[in-house]
């Protein structure tokens, strides 16, 4: 008898950001979802660090290496938390501002900046694209 192995349909907020574009198993919506909940964390972790910086420095504050990384830890801990909530709502506008880029063709050159230099007459060389130099 012959078994084979079960293949579970990965979770995308299990993954690493790096191996998030590259997995196949995952849809283009979960992709976005994920890689604009991530990025709220990040920039959640950086406002929560800033916010921990004592300003005046004093005997009671612990400024040993185990503190820092346990202050890193919570940190890390609280923004992946706040982001995994929905609560600050960052990630939903980044969604939205990706989804409508993915479907109004912005990587085809509709509307964004490829589309502006497209529209630019050929000067000096350049091709309409810009990026190629034609001599004559």
């Known amino acids: 008898m012959e078994i084979t192995a079960l293949r579970n349909h990965p979770k995308a907020d299990d993954l690493a950001p790096e191996q998030l574009a590259g997995n196949k198993l995952l849809s283009e919506q979960e992709k976005i979802h994920e890689a604009s909940?991530?990025?709220e964390a990040i920039l959640l972790r950086q406002i929560l660090e800033t916010t921990q910086k004592p300003v005046i420095?004093?005997?009671f504050?612990?400024?040993s290496t185990a503190g820092s990384v346990?202050?890193?830890m919570v940190t890390s801990q609280l923004a992946d938390s706040i982001s995994k909530?929905?609560?600050f709502g960052l990630a939903k506008?980044?969604?939205q501002q990706l989804q409508f880029a993915k479907g109004h063709g912005a990587a085809n050159g509709v509307g964004g900046v490829t589309s502006a230099v497209k529209d630019q007459p050929e000067?000096?060389?350049l091709s309409p694209k810009g990026s190629e130099i034609t001599r004559s």
Do not use: L, M, P, V
Request: hydrophobic share 15%.
């Open 37 to 39: 909940r991530q990025f």
């Open 61 to 63: 504050s612990d400024n």
């Open 93 to 95: 506008t980044f969604e």
């Open 70 to 72: 346990y202050r890193d």
């Open 85 to 87: 909530s929905g609560a």
């Open 123 to 125: 000067k000096e060389g």
């Open 57 to 59: 420095k004093s005997k």
